[in-house]
């Protein structure tokens, strides 16, 4: 069993977690008072939503740990599962979260992880600005036709 299903295991055993798939449809997630705090999208790592203030607060520790990524300004962070010290690992920063979420009430959903597609919105249709630019400008000037010089110089 390599990693990540370990940590699975263990974090299932946790009462104020539920599993369930996760919001970005990629792997398996785990959840707090409707807010997804660990994501498994692979066997070799897992991603965690802190809050700012945690990422602030354990950036130097964090950034010192061979098996976490962070990305300035995010709130996921990722950790490289390789060994059980991974796992132990990611078992703290997941109580991290958890007391974290307990201290301060979420008032707004749990941001996107790097795996969630954003909502495609519709754009303009093709041919759309033309079409806007010909009800503007209806007048607009065609370009002289193209001529061909001659030998002598002359077009025709």
């Given at each position: ?9 263990l ?5 104020n ?28 790592s ?8 945690a990422v ?21 962070i ?12 990611l078992?703290g920063?997941?109580?991290v ?20 597609r ?10 759309a600005?033309r ?26």
């Amino acid at each position: 069993m390599t990693a990540a299903p370990r940590a699975i295991a263990l974090l299932e055993t946790w009462p104020n977690l539920v599993s369930g798939p996760p919001r970005c449809a990629v792997g398996h997630a785990f959840a707090s008072a409707g807010h997804e705090i660990v994501h498994f999208h692979s066997d070799d790592s897992a991603d965690l939503c802190l809050t700012p203030t945690a990422v602030e607060r354990l950036l130097p520790q964090l950034l010192h740990a061979s098996a976490i990524r962070v990305r300035p300004g995010a709130s996921w962070i990722t950790v490289l599962l390789d060994c059980d010290a991974d796992v132990q690992l990611l078992l703290g920063l997941v109580s991290v979260a958890l007391k974290e979420q307990g201290a301060v009430p979420l008032r707004r959903p749990t941001p996107p992880c790097d795996w969630e597609r954003p909502a495609v919105v519709p754009g303009p249709r093709p041919g759309a600005a033309r079409r806007v630019v010909d009800r503007l400008m209806p007048h607009h000037r065609q370009p002289p036709p193209l001529t061909t010089a001659t030998a002598d110089g002359r077009g025709h």
